[in-house]
Structure formats: structure tokens, C-alpha cells
């Protein structure tokens, strides 16, 4: 874990950055954060894709890779900077005037919508104070994605 550097941004500054992975991207996540510089000007969203059954440790096993407080998202929450956010098991989460928004996860026979239900939300409501980071399994490097809200609006219609 690197605690050493500090490449601050102006305090006005605060991005929040959401993290989706897949339910292999466990060693990714670790290796972002055992290598993301203290800032104190980001916040950040982990969404990871879980089985329904699947009692997710991810606020303990992230604790561990980084000096940011790492808890379970809840529902109305403030977004603070300098905090780690996990989605919690069986939810879809979405962030609406800087606040996180739980709701039931629907569990119908169609593909895991949680990653993107959450960057559409982030991109409408951060705007060019939102980045997206996707982790895989496979995934080498780690891509980033700075999300312009229409760009991404138009995208998904």
C-alpha cells in the first residue's frame, strides 16, 4: 500500500470514481489500492457483480489495501471524499444530488445491469467530476474512462 505520496488536487476538487468489476476482479481491486496514491480529493464506488447467494467480505478485504475508510454503502448516504464505498449484496445503487440510492435488485433472468445502472446515474450526477474504472479478471492494465455526461447518455439510449 503506497501511503507515502500525496499528489493533492485543490480542495474544490472531489471526483468520484466508480470501480466495477466482475465477480473474479478480486485481486484487480486489491492491486488498484495497493497502488492509488493518498489524494484526498476522490471518493470511490466499488460495484462488483456477485452471485445473489454470495456474502460479499469486500469492505474487510479492501480495508486492507488502503489507508481510506472502506464501509457498505447505504441508502441516502453522503458521497465523502477520502471514503470507499461498496455496493451491498443483492442491491442496485445509484447516486442522485451527491447522496447514494439503494433499491432492491431484480433477480428475473436477465443479465447483471448494477455496473451500468451506476455509471449512467454517476455520469448524470457528477458530470466532469465522474470516472469510471473497469476491472476484469483478464485485465492486465486498468483502463479509465472519464465520463462526459452526454457522450455516455447518447451512448447508452
Known sequence: M???????????????????????????????FD????????????IQHLSPDYKSLLVELVSKHTNMKVVEAQHDILVEKDYVYVIPNNKLLTIEHHRLRLSEKNFEKAPNTAIDTFLHSLANDQGSKAIAIILGIEIIFIEVIFINVSFFTNFAD
Open 35 to 46: 497502488n492509488m496514491p493518498s489524494n484526498g480529493n476522490f471518493s470511490f464506488v466499488i
Open 2 to 32: 503506497n501511503t507515502t505520496r500525496n499528489n493533492s488536487l485543490p480542495d474544490s476538487d472531489h471526483y468520484v470514481i466508480a470501480i466495477g468489476a466482475s465477480a473474479g476482479g478480486l485481486e484487480a481491486i486489491h492491486e488498484f
